[in-house]
């Protein structure tokens, strides 16, 4: 079992950044793949990014060069690094921990109960 807990949302203008935090508990932490995946309301939860036990890391087109992901498995903790947020980033961001690495959410094992992301224009 492993529990995830995120942290880190809030309300950010137009251009400006948030960091994500996700904390997860479990001594198995390092062996995961984690990722980040957000819904915004009436739509379908999406793939934002993912990361590997050993650091690599992919991204949905529609974040990349503004996001990224990184870990800490020292600390049992993986961020994302938002930035040039946009209105369209608006929405509840989960984290999630899979076996293998992977884009489709229902591949993914664990998940957090999610952060607001909210973009004013």
């Known amino acids: 079992q492993v529990q995830l807990v995120e942290s880190g949302g809030g309300l950010v203008q137009t251009g400006g950044s948030l960091r994500l935090s996700c904390a997860a508990s479990?001594?198995?932490?390092?062996?995961?793949?984690m990722g980040w995946f957000r819904q915004a309301p009436g739509k379908e939860r999406v793939f934002v990014a993912t990361?590997?036990?050993?650091?690599?890391?992919s991204y949905a087109d529609s974040v990349k060069g503004r996001f990224t992901i990184s870990r800490d498995n020292a600390k049992s903790t993986v961020f994302l690094q938002m930035n040039s947020l946009k209105p369209e980033d608006t929405a509840v961001y989960y984290c999630?921990?899979?076996?293998?690495?992977?884009?489709?959410?229902?591949?993914?094992?664990?998940w957090g109960q999610g952060t607001q992301v909210t973009v004013s224009s």
């Open positions: 479990g001594r198995t932490f390092s062996s995961y793949v």
């Open positions: 999630a921990a899979a076996r293998f690495l992977e884009t489709r959410h229902d591949r993914y094992d664990y």
């Open positions: 990361i590997s036990p050993g650091g690599y890391s």
